[in-house]
């Protein structure tokens, strides 16, 4: 099984989303990756707040660097979580048929009891964002991992 995280610039959202989910499921029957769908920051570490948030809670994610979000993701991932539905929209328009499109999908729509499905940015806000959005990604991700 193969999942991409997928979020904007890929230096808040989705490494957290990647870090958090990798350490729920194993990485011999999982491979987990993230994502952004314009390339502001490709090659840099993930933001520092995303770092020490992870860190917070036990999670290193200072191997990941950031990358842009390519057609070719489709056909090396089963699934395409989108951080919010702005991403979601982006990516869908890169895909080349159904097949594609169906792989996308909102992370929050796996937390049945959220009221939004998109996951905020927390890059222009303080730390409590970071805080936040490693809550809700938490929650996703324990379900993403109990699916798999």
Known sequence: MKILMVCLGNICRSPLAEGILKSKVSSESVFVDSAGTAGYHVGELPDKRSIAVAKKYGIDITDQRSRKFSVADFDNFDTI????????????????????????KLILQEVSSNETLNVPDPYYGGDQGFENVYSMLDEACDIVASKI
């Open 81 to 104: 979580y989108a951080m919010d539905e702005s991403n979601y929209r982006n990516i869908v328009s890169l895909a080349r048929n159904d097949e594609d499109a169906e792989k996308v």
